[in-house]
């Protein structure tokens, strides 16, 4: 059985093909135009998706040495919706012109199961946290359909918090890989930010850590760049893993699986595999 | 009107005093800076709609739809492009019979019904201030009201 699987949800055309045996391909083409609007706009986006698409379905058929899959998936959101679309549409018009079932799939769940392409892949029940510039959420993934969603953030998503403290910065877009880089030479205790809790509820908050970010810049221009960064940096991981802390003791469940953009953190990565008592499983950067 | 906001659960409460007088047609340009609490105060008006679910920032998808008393709209303006992408949004459509919260209007000044309110909030102290401006009549009513709780 070989499936074709597309996804087109946010600013990356991909498509690949994958086995009981594995990725046979994996092809993924990374938007430029959005780099002068600081984020990603939705209808850059489907315009640029549809532009692209075809070849990269094609180059993915190619790389796998197939004409034709036993089946097309693609993601059916959530996403921006006119970006979802394009993959969408494409996908089920390839399904109906083979002759193949077609397969919508959850984005977040995409996200949540991804860690399984490795080896090794973490078995049921593990907790799944899905991190990216949309979504901040910690699941409790029990069997292949059966999630729990044990945590969220009731404002801003980690990632766009670290597209908005690049911002403040004025480093650029996207703010991860930028303020990861730049916190390696940073001081993560020189900055003193809070670690936002949410009263009465074990969710995350991310807005009041950029608000501190952007009081703190303005009250003290003369802070090194590197050292807010690493600070920030030190300040999003601590509650991220704090909470995945308190879900492993409720539920005894200590297998942890990151997922989404931000799991390419290199702090994020580091720090959950030092947790101790916590067996992490995490993607190559590849597959992020 | 100016009125000064302690901490978060205040300014959500100002959203939620807001809501509770709104009207269909009803669009609240937001302004403030990046964390000046624009996301805290949409969510005191979906809390004053009645919206089930969370309000969260709307900066990634640019905008989001709630369902309450009355439809709510948020969106953030700041990653759009042109106008046509703004036509895209389906913004327009929903600025009359809901209530439409706007981060970043400022860039497209055409968008805003003349009658509409004008929210600005700033960092004051430990905590921050709101001005509200009404632009026309029935803005105009809501502030007083507003101003009379005061």
Redesign the interface.
């Known amino acids: 059985m070989r499936v074709l699987g597309i996804e087109t949800s946010c600013d990356e055309t991909a498509a690949s093909v994958v086995s009981a045996d594995g990725v046979l391909s994996d092809v993924v083409y990374t938007q430029t135009v959005h780099a002068a ?8 986006a489907s315009r640029a998706h549809a532009e692209k698409l075809a070849s990269v379905v094609q180059d993915a058929l190619d790389k796998a040495g197939i004409e034709k899959p036993d089946a097309v998936a693609a993601t059916s959101g959530p996403g ?1 919706i ?1 970006a979802v679309l394009v993959g969408l549409s494409m996908a089920k018009g390839l399904a109906l012109g083979w002759g193949v079932p077609f397969i919508g799939v959850n984005h977040l769940e995409g996200h949540l199961l991804s860690p399984m392409l490795e080896d090794p892949a973490p078995e049921f029940p593990f907790l799944g946290l899905v991190v990216s ?2 979504h901040t959420t910690l699941y409790l993934a029990k069997s292949l359909g059966d999630y729990e969603e044990i945590a ?6 980690a990632g ?1 918090a670290y ?2 403290t690049a ?2 910065l004025g480093l650029g877009y996207p703010g991860g890989p930028l303020i990861d880089r730049l916190a390696q030479r940073g001081d993560p205790l020189a900055i003193p930010l809070p670690r936002p809790k949410v009263k009465g509820s074990q969710d995350w908050s991310f ?2 850590l ?6 703190r810049h303005q009250k003290f221009p003369g802070d090194k760049p590197e050292d807010i960064a690493a600070s920030f940096q030190r300040a999003v991981v601590e509650v991220l893993l704090q909470r995945v802390r308190v879900a492993a003791k409720e539920t005894g469940v200590t297998r942890l699986a990151l997922a989404g953009g931000v799991a390419a953190n290199s702090e994020l990565r580091a720090a959950a595999q030092a947790m101790k008592g916590i067996q992490v499983f995490l993607l190559s950067l590849i597959h992020i | 009107m100016k009125t000064y906001l302690d901490d978060a659960p205040a300014t959500r409460a100002l959203g939620q005093q807001i809501a509770e007088r709104s009207y269909p047609g009803l669009v609240l340009a937001l302004q403030g800076e990046l964390g000046a609490g624009k996301t805290t105060l949409a969510q005191g008006v979906g809390l004053g709609l009645g919206v089930k679910g969370r309000v969260r920032s709307p900066t990634f998808i640019i905008m989001a739809l709630y369902e309450g008393r009355l439809p709510m709209a948020h969106a953030d303006l700041y990653r759009l492009g042109d106008e046509s992408e703004l036509t895209e949004l389906g913004l327009e459509e929903h600025l009359s019979h809901g209530v439409t919260l706007i981060e970043w209007s400022e860039r497209f000044p055409q968008l805003l019904p003349k009658d509409h309110l004008e929210l600005l909030l700033e960092d004051d102290g430990d905590g921050r201030r709101a001005t509200l401006t009404a632009m026309g009549p029935k803005s105009l009513a809501l502030v007083t009201e507003l101003q009379a709780l005061r």
């Open positions: 609007y600081l984020g990603v706009v939705p209808e850059l921006l006119g510039g949309g969220s953030t009731v404002d801003d998503a766009e597209d908005k911002r403040v807005s009041g950029k608000t501190a970010v952007r009081q």
